[in-house]
């Protein structure tokens, strides 16, 4: 009895060693991939970036006034308008300055006149030195009164200094008007201006500003290049240095005086390269940093140590050992992956 009791037991054992066996290796087929997010690196790249809020601003704004007075007859321009360079913006009344006008080239003639006879007998030698230089100073006096006489008929035109948009207008037509008295007031924006102020700590900086881009959201603008116009080399009352950038407008002009400005300013820093790392991809162990590799070839991750040397202050990790800069890394969920285990990618930041 005992020796067939034996190997039936033998074969039982047998057969559930298989099943369990068999069972193993297929719940290990069966194993499900995990879903990940994932960032690809940018390289070696070690910039610093500080953000800073400002508002556009105009290259100048210039009052406009009529250098005689009269009374205003013709305003050829409104608030808003574009203007060109040397483009007549108002007129005065010109008849005064006509007459004075005319009144001048009489006298002028007259004494040109004079003074030509006087030097034909000075030549002749029937005429004192003296008396010659006297008529020369009248004609010099009529000519200069000639030239002012026409210079004010010019000048009942306003004509527009430089090209830009009229901001304000001071007066309608039919008014009086002084010399003087401003009459518009012109923005020049042949370029514009952004300002904001550096707080005492990053003032030192501004000599290393590299590459500076601005973010005008509300003119659906980003990434506009800018340069450094000045620094001031005083702080203003809220103990911050002011300083001016300038930008080009579009091609549209939709940048306008008075937008707000993100400033996203890149500043080397002069300790060394180094690669740029999410702080969300980066995980402890031990006592060590690391990161999840994402292998594209057979979609598993592999876990990377790395050295790090600084935290920036855009959410970065300055990483300067352990990686190429080519990588891809995971950025979510890094403590619930195992080595060599496949994975799924939730994005497409690839």
Same mark, same amino acid.
Request: hydrophobic fraction near 40%; charge should be positive; aromatic fraction near 8%.
């Given at each position: 009895?005992? =020796?067939?009791?034996?190997?039936?037991?033998?074969?039982? &054992?047998?057969?559930?060693?298989?099943? @369990?066996?068999?069972?193993?290796?297929?719940?290990?087929?069966?194993?499900?991939? !995990?879903?990940?997010?994932?960032?690809?690196?940018?390289?070696?790249?070690?910039?610093?970036?500080?953000?800073?809020?400002?508002?556009?601003?105009?290259?100048?704004?210039?009052?406009?006034?009529?250098?005689?007075?009269?009374?205003?007859?013709?305003?050829? @321009?409104?608030?808003? +308008?574009? &203007?060109? *360079?040397?483009?007549?913006?108002?007129?005065?009344?010109?008849?005064?300055?006509?007459?004075?006008?005319?009144?001048?080239?009489?006298?002028?003639?007259?004494?040109?006149?004079?003074?030509?006879?006087?030097?034909?007998?000075?030549?002749?030698?029937? /005429?004192?030195?003296?008396? #010659?230089?006297?008529?020369?100073?009248?004609? #010099?006096?009529?000519?200069?009164?000639?030239?002012?006489?026409?210079?004010?008929?010019?000048?009942?035109?306003?004509?527009?200094?430089?090209?830009?948009?009229?901001?304000?207008?001071?007066?309608?037509?039919?008014?009086? @008007?002084?010399?003087?008295?401003?009459?518009?007031?012109?923005? +020049?924006?042949?370029?514009?201006?952004?300002?904001?102020? #550096?707080?005492?700590? *990053?003032?030192?900086?501004? =000599? !290393?500003?590299?590459?500076?881009?601005?973010?005008?959201?509300?003119?659906?603008?980003?990434?506009?290049?800018?340069? &450094?116009?000045?620094?001031?080399? =005083?702080?203003?009352?809220?103990?911050?240095? +002011?300083?001016?950038?300038?930008?080009?407008?579009?091609?549209?002009?939709?940048?306008?005086?008075?937008?707000? @400005?993100?400033?996203?300013?890149?500043?080397?820093?002069?300790?060394?390269?180094?690669?740029?790392?999410?702080?969300?991809?980066?995980?402890?162990?031990?006592?060590?940093?690391?990161?999840?590799?994402?292998? !594209?070839?057979?979609?598993?991750?592999?876990?990377?140590?790395?050295?790090?040397?600084? /935290?920036?202050?855009?959410?970065?990790?300055?990483?300067?050992?352990?990686?190429?800069?080519?990588?891809?890394?995971?950025?979510?969920?890094?403590?619930?992956?195992? +080595?060599?285990?496949?994975?799924? &990618?939730?994005?497409? =930041?690839?």
């Amino acid at each position: 009895m005992r =020796k067939q009791t034996l190997p039936l037991i033998t074969a039982l &054992v047998l057969v559930a060693i298989s099943m @369990v066996s068999c069972g193993s290796k297929g719940e290990a087929k069966q194993t499900p991939a !995990r879903y990940v997010k994932v960032e690809q690196l940018g390289g070696n790249n070690n910039n610093e970036e500080l953000i800073f809020h400002g508002q556009l601003k105009e290259k100048k704004e210039v009052s406009i006034a009529f250098k005689v007075g009269g009374q205003v007859y013709n305003v050829l @321009v409104d608030e808003g +308008d574009y &203007v060109k *360079k040397n483009q007549v913006i108002a007129r005065i009344d010109p008849r005064d300055y006509k007459i004075q006008l005319q009144s001048a080239k009489a006298q002028f003639i007259q004494v040109e006149g004079e003074y030509a006879r006087y030097k034909e007998l000075y030549k002749k030698n029937k /005429l004192p030195i003296n008396t #010659l230089e006297k008529m020369e100073a009248g004609y #010099l006096a009529a000519k200069s009164g000639c030239e002012a006489a026409q210079n004010a008929l010019n000048d009942t035109e306003l004509k527009a200094p430089f090209e830009g948009y009229i901001y304000r207008k001071n007066i309608s037509n039919f008014e009086n @008007v002084a010399p003087g008295q401003s009459i518009f007031a012109l923005l +020049d924006v042949s370029h514009l201006e952004v300002h904001f102020s #550096l707080p005492e700590s *990053k003032v030192s900086t501004a =000599k !290393r500003f590299k590459d500076i881009e601005c973010d005008v959201q509300t003119a659906g603008l980003y990434g506009v290049k800018a340069e &450094v116009l000045s620094v001031n080399e =005083k702080a203003n009352g809220n103990d911050m240095f +002011d300083v001016r950038l300038m930008v080009n407008n579009n091609k549209d002009n939709v940048l306008k005086p008075g937008m707000s @400005v993100k400033v996203r300013i890149q500043l080397p820093d002069e300790t060394g390269s180094g690669v740029m790392v999410p702080l969300e991809a980066i995980f402890q162990n031990e006592g060590k940093s690391y990161v999840w590799v994402f292998n !594209r070839q057979n979609s598993v991750v592999n876990k990377k140590a790395i050295q790090i040397s600084k /935290l920036k202050n855009n959410g970065m990790m300055s990483v300067s050992s352990g990686l190429s800069g080519k990588e891809t890394v995971v950025i979510a969920g890094v403590y619930s992956l195992t +080595d060599n285990q496949p994975v799924k &990618v939730l994005n497409n =930041k690839l």
